[in-house]
């Protein structure tokens, strides 16, 4: 069993930068893969990024490519989201998960765990 606890949102102008953290806590965090996913009001969860439990490998979304990075620190049991040149379609709660597996995916059912979300407000 994992918990997992978000933080580091906020409210940011356009353009600026916010780093959210998950914490870990239970067994074999460096076992796996983990993952952010974002809810905005009135749209459906969508992924994100996601990162090997080795941190060797990443994925993300088109919409954030080249914008955000996703890592890991598998000795603070944290994995972290860099996000910079905020829009305001970035607005949204931000939620990680993890799951029992090597590589991570594209899709929210095939996580196990996930946190409570954490606030991401970027205004224009």
């Known amino acids: 069993q994992v918990q997992l606890v978000e933080s580091g949102g906020g409210l940011v102008q356009a353009g600026g930068s916010l780093r959210l953290s998950c914490a870990a806590s239970?067994?074999?965090?460096?076992?796996?893969?983990m993952a952010w996913f974002r809810q905005a009001p009135g749209k459906e969860r969508e992924f994100v990024a996601y990162?090997?439990?080795?941190?060797?490998?990443?994925g993300y979304a088109d919409s954030v490519k080249g914008r955000f990075t996703i890592s890991r620190d598998n000795s603070k049991m944290t994995v972290y989201l860099r996000m910079n040149s905020l829009k305001p379609e970035d607005t949204a709660v931000y939620y990680c998960?993890?799951?029992?597996?090597?590589?991570?995916?594209?899709?929210?059912?095939?996580?196990?765990?996930w946190g409570q979300g954490t606030q991401v407000t970027v205004s224009s």
């Open positions: 998960a993890g799951r029992i597996k090597y590589r991570g995916s594209y899709s929210d059912t095939e996580y196990d765990y």
């Open positions: 239970g067994r074999a965090f460096s076992t796996y893969s």
């Open positions: 990162i090997s439990w080795s941190g060797g490998t990443t």
